[in-house]
């Protein structure tokens, strides 16, 4: 079954504007984690974010923050004032478990292209 | 830092022939994994070691894929024979806790 899902069409986005990437997540395991990475067209994987299941505040990084909803098993992320560097496909994944260093199961990803 | 580094970044080979594909893991990381990217599959995990012990090689495709990790600051993925279906990207990425960061990937092509 998939543990990761993203299903969002390619997203254009106004620069400057505020853009929100869906994801929702399937596990029975209490105690996990979400990330969020950006992979853009050079190719790279680059960490953006992170959200423990015990975390009570939702996870910001600079104009990344994730939204954070338990208990529909979402975990979105928004990027504020979006600028054309942001152009990219973002994937979300889940690490089942405790500690830092179990699988982590990726989403097939959001591309999302910024326009001027 | 360095961050993680892969070699070769590209690699064209011939349908049959070995590939070995390398990653040196950044310094003080105790586990390792190797990902393979391709668009019909996404992103998998092929295989991950912890203080250069796998642990987990569930998602190596078959006995034509092996994996070693001789010491904490060098891996090897190598493939034998290749065929063309093994075309993807293939990362190698380092964690000492949560976030695992990535290398940027050899893009293997098999003819």
């Known amino acids: 079954a998939q543990k990761i899902t993203q299903t969002q069409p390619g997203m254009f986005v106004q620069e400057k504007e505020a853009v929100t990437l869906d994801c929702t997540y399937d596990?029975?395991?209490?105690?996990?984690?979400l990330f969020w990475y950006k992979q853009p067209s050079s190719g790279e994987m680059i960490f953006l974010i992170y959200?423990?299941?015990?975390?009570?505040q939702n996870a910001t990084e600079g104009r990344y923050s994730l939204n954070f909803q338990k208990a529909r098993k979402s975990a979105n992320l928004v990027i504020s004032a979006s600028q054309l560097g942001d152009s990219a496909m973002y994937f979300c994944?889940?690490?089942?478990?405790?500690?830092?260093?179990?699988?982590?199961?990726f989403g097939k990803g959001n591309q999302v292209v910024v326009i001027p | 830092d360095a961050g993680v580094i892969q070699s070769p970044r590209h690699e064209v080979t011939e349908m049959g022939q070995e590939v070995t594909l390398r990653c040196k893991p950044i310094?003080?990381?105790?586990?390792l994994f190797w990902y393979r990217q391709t668009m019909m599959r996404g992103l998998e995990l092929l295989i991950y070691?912890?203080?250069?012990?796998?642990?987990?090689d569930s998602g190596m495709p078959e006995d034509r894929f092996s994996a070693k990790m001789p010491n904490a600051s060098f891996s090897t993925l190598k493939i034998q024979p290749s065929e063309p279906r093994d075309s993807a990207v293939y990362f190698c990425?380092?964690?000492?806790?949560?976030?695992?960061?990535f290398g940027p990937g050899t893009r293997l092509t098999v003819l």
């Open positions: 596990t029975s395991d209490p105690s996990y984690g």
């Open positions: 310094s003080g990381h105790d586990y």
């Open positions: 994944a889940m690490r089942e478990g405790e500690g830092g260093n179990n699988r982590l199961a």
């Open positions: 959200q423990g299941s015990y975390d009570q």
């Open positions: 070691f912890n203080n250069n012990v796998p642990i987990d």
């Open positions: 990425a380092s964690s000492d806790n949560n976030e695992q960061f």
